[in-house]
């Protein structure tokens, strides 16, 4: 047995040493197992089946080159725990550092009561505007820009008439289909002018390739901008954002900015603390499908009425149309709790009002008599001032029967509009009847109905006045006293009446609107 063991090792040591060769330059070649036979490149002859002589190559080890990799930013495992450390982490804009940044920043840090208010009102929608950024590849700082337009106020108006936190011009919010009508306007709306808003800063970083410009646009202008950088140029000047001549109002914007920033990336160098903000979302966005009084919601979600408006605030009527506002946005914890309450509800109504278009051209008073409603009611859920007619086709709020069964329409949520004009105030004059005046022939002269002239002089409508007599008409205020000024000659009354006839019949002289081009308009406020 001992020397079969023998045999068969010195029978192995032969087939290894068989299988040993050595290259034309000496050196050996080494083996491994052969994958399958054939294979290009690689010897197959002589070898058993399945088998196949390794190529390696010759000589000694080379060094492999050297490689520069990129730089890649490290994302943290866990993400931040407030809003604050989130924003920092963005911050992607140009520095700016001139003596206007530290004149707001200490403006800013030695007023510690309106920085923590408008704090405090940005918590409720930071997280949302940061996640919007991120989604675009937008610089964070840009989530500061409402501190600088609004102070976080979604219901602030300028005295430009610029709305929201956002602060966007009529036209411009239109531009940005941003809805304005009897009902809402959503340059008030915390989703829709957030999206508006950063649609038009990324239209102009794409214009300017710049943040400082793209943010002196969107306070100044696009054209305002574009023309002070070819002005520049034409004179040889640089077309920075520091080297432009703009308004004092656009040299401070992009410094305010600039100081919140800094604020924020280091509150405790300016004895400034920021109000706790978590990192997640504050609202979720609930889906309404019937018109339903704001109060009503409010009280369905279990949240006071003023939080309710801060984050509803297009809402601005005492009602929410399904038809026009599908869906509200209330705080995270309260949304299954207001569909909940929805479901369980038991009253007889969702909605106290609803919507009605006048018919003709009427007082508020008139408007008012129609649905049980005082004026005053009226004219304040309605918003209509002073000596106001209410124009035929007009759109009004009104109350809500019980024989009103179907909510408010889509085409009248959405293009509802409230139109007025000033109500005339008539003033009894008497004027002198001329040589064969008639009924007819004053109430041409003085544009007025032939019938209502001759109830005032209890005659009949085909009634001739005697010359010299005195007719008692009806004019508006500014008539009736160039009537009364107008000199006792006939000619010279012949000439008044003629004119005074021309000044009753002209109408208010209206503002000529001039169609936008297809830019966005100017957001100067």
Request: aromatic content about 8%.
């Amino acid at each position: 047995m001992t020397h079969f063991l023998k045999s068969a090792a010195l029978l192995f040591c032969l087939v290894l040493v068989g299988c040993a060769s050595t290259t034309p330059s000496g050196q050996p070649d080494t083996y491994t197992l052969a994958t399958t036979p054939g294979a290009p490149g690689v010897r197959s002859d002589n070898n058993p089946p399945g088998l196949r002589n390794p190529v390696y190559p010759s000589g000694g080890l080379r060094a492999l080159p050297s490689l520069t990799l990129s730089s890649l930013p490290v994302h943290a495992l866990t993400p931040p725990a407030n809003m604050w450390d989130r924003i920092r982490l963005g911050f992607a804009m140009p520095e700016l550092d001139n003596d206007l940044v530290r004149d707001r920043e200490q403006w800013y840090a030695t007023r510690p009561d309106y920085v923590q208010r408008m704090t405090d009102r940005g918590g409720k929608y930071l997280f949302y505007i940061v996640e919007e950024l991120e989604r675009r590849g937008m610089p964070t700082e840009l989530a500061l820009l409402p501190f600088i337009e609004s102070a976080f106020n979604p219901q602030a108006v300028s005295s430009a008439r610029a709305a929201g936190m956002w602060q966007f011009m009529p036209a411009t919010g239109k531009y940005f289909e941003l809805k304005q009508n009897m009902f809402r306007d959503e340059r008030r709306d915390v989703l829709a002018s957030t999206r508006a808003a950063l649609d038009y800063l990324q239209r102009l970083y794409g214009m300017f390739g710049d943040w400082h410009l793209a943010l002196a646009a969107y306070n100044w202008g696009e054209g305002s901008v574009s023309r002070a950088i070819a002005k520049n140029k034409k004179l040889g000047l640089g077309t920075s954002y520091l080297d432009l001549k703009m308004p004092m109002e656009t040299q401070f914007y992009v410094p305010k900015l600039q100081a919140v920033k800094n604020i924020v990336a280091d509150p405790d160098k300016f004895n400034t603390r920021l109000p706790a903000i978590g990192n997640h979302p504050y609202f979720q966005t609930v889906e309404i499908r019937r018109d339903i009084d704001v109060a009503l919601a409010a009280k369905l979600a279990e949240v006071p009425l003023s939080d309710f408006r801060a984050l509803n605030p297009s809402a601005s009527k005492p009602v929410l149309l399904a038809a026009g506002t599908p869906t509200i946005l209330l705080p995270w914890d309260n949304a299954e709790v207001f569909q909940a309450n929805l479901e369980a509800y038991g009253g007889s109504g969702l909605a106290s009002w609803t919507a009605w278009i006048a018919p003709t051209t009427l007082k508020p008073a008139d408007a008012a008599s129609r649905f049980n409603m005082s004026e005053n009611e009226l004219r304040e859920v309605n918003n209509i001032k002073g000596r106001m007619l209410i124009r035929a086709g007009s759109t009004l709020l009104v109350r809500r029967d019980s024989s009103v069964l179907n909510d408010v329409s889509n085409h009248v949520a959405d293009n509802g509009q409230l139109s007025l004009a000033p109500e005339v105030v008539l003033r009894k004059t008497s004027v002198k009847a001329g040589k064969k005046d008639s009924v007819a022939s004053l109430a041409k002269r003085y544009g007025l109905n032939v019938a209502e002239v001759a109830r005032w002089n209890n005659v009949n409508a085909s009634a001739v006045f005697k010359a010299g007599q005195k007719v008692v008409v009806y004019l508006p205020a500014r008539a009736s006293r160039a009537v009364r000024a107008a000199p006792s000659s006939k000619a010279a009354h012949s000439s008044q009446s003629s004119n005074t006839k021309k000044a009753a019949k002209v109408p208010a002289r209206k503002k000529t609107v001039v169609a936008p081009k297809k830019t966005a308009p100017a957001k100067k406020k």
